[in-house]
């Protein structure tokens, strides 16, 4: 069971917003939501991981997943929502850039449709809205043929590193 | 809302050890060096002159060989080495206890940094051979990088083997034979 699955059976959900769609994450692995800090970033070729921001003395890597659910790039302000996530059997803190304010909700989870992608744990009847909750392990381990690598970094992306 | 995962609360209470680094940027983006690492800084026309070129080694982010007094180092291109936008290098760090000197664009200074944070294991990449961790340094994270992660086992023997090769040739071009 991952970290995610555990996490879903209090039924308790955050709900970040992107772009125009939200979404949902277990409570149980949400951390905070930080406010619009510094990213700051680095070389490296991690695909999906775009820099890291500081909080509370830790340094959190932080995923760009914009491209994966909303198909676009990273917000020019964004908060962080921060969860975690279990990486070769350790836990650690990932952060994903949102939109702007996120909502605690308690809501039955449903099975997601056949055809859903594989990082949709299920999803949530709210009104008449129907959204999808993340499995946070899956959505950050998608592959996506963007531009992740050092290389294709600008620093006018980057944000105020420099 | 949540607590924190154990371990990274232990991160955060990390003991802070301090040690003297160098600061330094490659196409714009800032690193750290422990200064114990470094044997010297010189600028790069400096060592244009005893500059040899390697070449067809397979590892092209590394073009010469320079010589600084009995010893020899490979000069590894950092914007190649990181993957980034190619600059400028104005200046070589020639490292202390391996056969290798960096291009970089420039110093910006010494600074006492805290031992490093490590990489969070979100980094799956070669970074992890790249960097000992990252350093939080005037507001700014940046990595300190790894004076043994430059070139892999692997290079260094492509690199000396083009170089044995290189030599091989011009032994036997002087020893041909010499006709009237």
Same mark, same amino acid.
């Given at each position: @069971? ?33 406010? $619009?800090? +510094?990213?700051?970033? =680095?070389?490296?070729?991690?695909? @999906?991981?775009?820099?890291?921001? @500081? ?23 964004? =908060? ?16 994903? $850039? ?19 992608? +594989? ?16 499995? =946070? ?26 | 809302?949540? #607590? ?11 003991? !802070?050890?301090?040690? #003297? ?40 982010? /590394? ?7 009995? &010893? ?11 993957? !980034? ?6 200046? /070589?760090?020639?490292?202390?206890? #391996? ?9 910006? &200074? %010494? ?30 994270? %940046? ?13 260094? &023997?492509?690199?000396?083997?083009? !170089? &044995? ?9 002087? #020893? ?5």
């Amino acid at each position: @069971m991952t970290t995610s699955a555990a996490a879903i059976e209090n039924n308790s959900f955050v709900l970040l917003q992107l772009g125009k769609r939200r979404f949902g994450l277990p409570a149980a692995i949400v951390t905070e939501l930080a406010p $619009p800090v +510094k990213l700051h970033v =680095f070389p490296h070729e991690t695909p @999906m991981v775009v820099g890291v921001i @500081m909080r509370r003395g830790r340094i959190i890597p932080v995923y760009d997943v914009t491209p994966v659910l909303a198909g676009k790039k990273l917000p020019d302000r964004r =908060f962080y929502l921060v969860a975690s996530r279990k990486i070769d059997g350790q836990d650690e803190l990932g952060a994903i $850039p949102v939109d702007g304010e996120c909502e605690l909700v308690n809501a039955e989870l449903f099975p997601s449709p056949e055809d859903s992608p +594989k990082y949709v744990a299920g999803v949530l009847s709210i009104g008449e809205e129907t959204i999808e909750v993340l499995d =946070f392990e899956k959505l950050v381990s998608t592959r996506v043929a963007a531009p992740g690598t050092a290389g294709a970094l600008s620093q006018s992306e980057a944000g105020p590193i420099a | 809302m949540i #607590s924190s995962p154990p371990d990274q609360k232990a991160i955060a209470r990390r003991p !802070l050890v301090k040690e #003297s680094a160098i600061l330094f940027t490659i196409s714009g983006f800032p690193f750290a060096i422990a200064s114990s690492a470094v044997h010297e800084i010189r600028s790069a026309d400096s060592l244009a002159g005893s500059a040899m070129e390697i070449e067809q080694s397979g590892v092209s982010k /590394v073009r010469h060989l320079v010589h600084r007094g009995n &010893r020899s180092y490979f000069v590894v291109n950092g914007c190649a080495h990181f993957g !980034l936008k190619t600059a400028r290098p104005t200046l /070589v760090l020639i490292l202390r206890d #391996s056969p290798v000197a960096i291009l970089v664009d420039k110093i910006e &200074r %010494m600074a006492d940094i805290v031992a490093p944070h490590p990489l969070p294991l979100a980094f799956e990449g070669e970074e992890r051979r790249w960097y000992r961790g990252l350093s939080y340094i005037d507001d700014m994270i %940046m990595p300190v990088a790894n004076p043994a992660g430059f070139l892999t086992r692997h290079e260094l &023997r492509a690199l000396e083997d083009a !170089l &044995r090769a290189s030599r091989a040739e011009a032994h036997a071009e002087l #020893s041909g034979p010499v006709t009237q």
